[in-house]
């Protein structure tokens, strides 16, 4: 298992910037993959970024040039840099972690969640 903690969200004006921070702890050794979702009210939850194991990351079209996403493993903490923040960004954002395990003697993935932080940008 591991414990997923958010940080950093708030209330940011249009063209602003915010940096959320995951800081993680467990079963380290397992994770295979961590990202970042959000999930706006009225809206399905959708993957925004993600980073796996050898620094490959992923962006959704939205916000590609606009967010980083990056992983200090020496401080057991996942990043995602925001700039240029538009209302649209605003949303619950959760950090993902999928870990590498197995059920009845077959690989399986298993999921886990942070609570979430709250990201609100005005115009």
């Known amino acids: 298992q591991v414990q997923l903690v958010e940080s950093g969200g708030g209330l940011v004006q249009a063209g602003g910037s915010l940096r959320l921070s995951c800081a993680y702890s467990g079963s380290i050794a397992s994770i295979k993959a961590m990202g970042w979702y959000r999930q706006a009210p009225g809206k399905e939850r959708e993957l925004v970024s993600s980073i796996v194991t050898g620094d490959s990351t992923t962006y959704v079209d939205s916000v590609k040039d606009r967010f980083t996403i990056s992983r200090d493993s020496a401080k057991n903490t996942l990043y995602l840099q925001m700039n240029s923040l538009k209302p649209e960004d605003t949303a619950a954002y959760y950090c993902?972690?999928?870990?590498?395990?197995?059920?009845?003697?077959?690989?399986?993935?298993?999921?886990?969640w942070g609570r979430g932080t709250q990201v609100t940008v005005s115009s």
């Open positions: 993902n972690a999928k870990l590498s395990g197995w059920i009845n003697g077959r690989p399986a993935d298993f999921d886990y």
